[in-house]
């Protein structure tokens, strides 16, 4: 009871994960997104604000220095204002019209002095209209309270290039996240061909085997060409072995293409692993017994050619780990308590120390001197990747034996 809860609870976190990462990341995202845009747009407001006062505190100097022409002070302050103004401005008659010299009469306004004058103020009032659609004027008011003057201004370039860094950031962080998931996914799918690469290195290796196995079966055939019962037994010996290539060249055709699912008697699959390796046991030199335990009720949602490998590998590693006489492997399917499937693999063979044990799942991690230390971590990643389960090692011990278990939940 206590187990199944904490497998239920690994087995859900394992596949809540990818999906709270993602949404953990949007969010994250977002809030970088709109902590940008709300910094950006304090900045940019302050400035424009800033640069609104200055002009209005312009227009004020002026409007003063309209009365009293001849005060000295405050042509210097108007003066100084002037100095700190880094934006655009031009002063015009109240009817909007430019005032001649256009010089005299605007800040920081790059008007092209090769034109005609006709050109020049025909520029201008295009100029300025722009400036009247971001901003009204300041009006300067004579001592009488009449309009004399207006004053048309923009914003500084300054001000004008911050409104669009938003965008260039929000752009900059959408490519990159775009160029990053791109980049994970084609890894992610190099990984899965890598599986079947594995696999078909092993199946390489095992290529061996049958065919070596035919050549002997077709010397029977020649010395007992007479005897029709030994034929009959022979031909069906390489039947088998002829399904096995058929199987590997199988695995062969599967590289690189994304593996499907479907639903399947999970005790065919077994049973067809199983009846494999009890051909070869005598070629093997062992005398080992195969017991099989199986609910032929259940049905999971497997990938048959991939699952099969993997109760392949465990099966063979049980082989090659039982070094004595009485060897006795054994082959479980159980209903897993809360749903879907569990296959166990029981052999008394010699067993791991617990540091062998903790390393099995590593790529390369082997102990046999003809080990790839391919079987168990490829097929860890058949069975939790492809098929949202585990593989485990429920129990072993030096001398004693070892059960390894692969859990499907169900889908
Ligand atoms: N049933 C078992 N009993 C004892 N040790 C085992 C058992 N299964 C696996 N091991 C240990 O785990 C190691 C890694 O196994 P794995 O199947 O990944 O690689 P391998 O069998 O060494 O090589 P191969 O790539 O050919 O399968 C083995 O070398 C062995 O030491
Ligand atoms: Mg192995």
New binding site residues.
Partial sequence: MQRGRADRIRIFRASVTKWQLKVLLTILGMSIIGVVLYVTKTIVDELAANERRTVELYARLLARYYERASDDELLYYIDQTNASIHFPVILTGRDGVPLYPFQQFMINVELDTTLSIEKQKAWLLTYIDDMRRDYPPFEIKGPDGRVIQLIFYANSAVVRELRYVPFVEITLVAAFILVGYVSFSTIRRNEESHIWVGMAKEAAHQLGTPLSSLLAWLELLRINKNSPDEVESTAEQMQQDVERLNVIANRFAKIGAMPSKHKVRVADVLERACRYFETRLPILGKRILLVRDFDDTLEANLNQELFEWVIE?LIR??V??LDRQDGVIEVRLTARPRGGIIVTVK?N????TRK?ASR?FQTG????TR???????LSKRIIEDYHGGRLTIVQTQPGVG?TFAVEVPAS
């Fill in positions: 590998n590693n049980a090659d780990a052999d063979g010699k067993g791991m062998v099995i991690f082997t102990t046999k080990g790839w230390g391919l079987g168990l971590p070892t």
